[in-house]
């Protein structure tokens, strides 16, 4: 059984640019989760998504928003990139809101 | 006071020790703990699940919750240097926004 995919693994992006993240859960999962890891806050979350709706957000901007696809695939985007969005973006899968959550890989984003 | 919270260690032991990680919440109303393992460079990966006052057991890890306390702690027997990595304490928090919430980790070095 394929686990969480993300794509990319490696991103640099220019200060102002935006970026869109991407997700493949594990299959017949219907619930994706976005987190930020940096060295100084740690995992922060950013939001989650069931059955194409978001369910929460975390206390981010508005300049990070996300959305889910028919198929439970989910992207992130960020817009107008500070240096400060320099993170790793991790994924994670459930099979339902709230139980066992499996991570992806991550993709690591540079702000330059 | 953080929601959870974790020793960040250093946490040193020598091969075949018992290291023993622990974790504090401050939602008495939590009903969901996991321990995540983390390498350096790698996302995080879920090794224990506990949603009962007690003790589980896999393997070498044993996850223990006590719930009035509001603590959970992981006892990992025989530790090997593949051991060493950063233990994350998570805990879906109740109420209206129900969500994973991350505590900052423990880093265990099992010294060979």
């Known amino acids: 059984k394929a686990g969480v995919t993300q794509t990319p693994r490696y991103l640099i992006k220019t200060r102002g640019q935006q970026v869109t993240l991407s997700c493949s859960p594990i299959s017949g999962h219907r619930s994706v989760s976005w987190y930020q890891q940096t060295p100084g806050q740690g995992l922060q979350f950013l939001f989650e998504?069931?059955?194409?709706?978001?369910?929460n957000k975390g206390n981010f901007p508005g300049r990070f928003s996300g959305r889910q696809f028919s198929n439970s695939r989910s992207e992130m985007n960020v817009s107008t990139l500070e240096l400060g969005d320099s993170a790793l973006y991790l994924c994670a899968s459930s099979f339902q809101l709230n139980t066992e959550a499996f991570f992806g890989q991550g993709t690591r984003l540079t702000v330059v | 006071q953080k929601e959870v919270e974790q020793n960040s260690g250093p946490l040193s032991v020598p091969e075949g020790a018992i290291a023993s990680l622990n974790c504090t919440y401050s939602?008495?109303?939590?009903?969901?703990f996991f321990w995540y393992r983390q390498y350096s460079g790698k996302s995080p990966e879920l090794i224990m699940s506990i949603y009962s006052n007690g003790d589980k057991e896999d393997g070498r890890f044993t996850a223990q919750l006590n719930k009035a306390s509001q603590y959970v702690s992981l006892l990992i027997r025989d530790s090997q240097p593949s051991d060493s990595a950063t233990y994350l304490c998570a805990v879906i928090v109740s109420g209206s926004a129900r969500q994973l919430t991350f505590g900052s980790g423990t880093q265990l070095t099992v010294l060979p």
């Open positions: 939602d008495r109303g939590s009903q969901s």
């Open positions: 998504y069931f059955s194409e709706t978001q369910r």
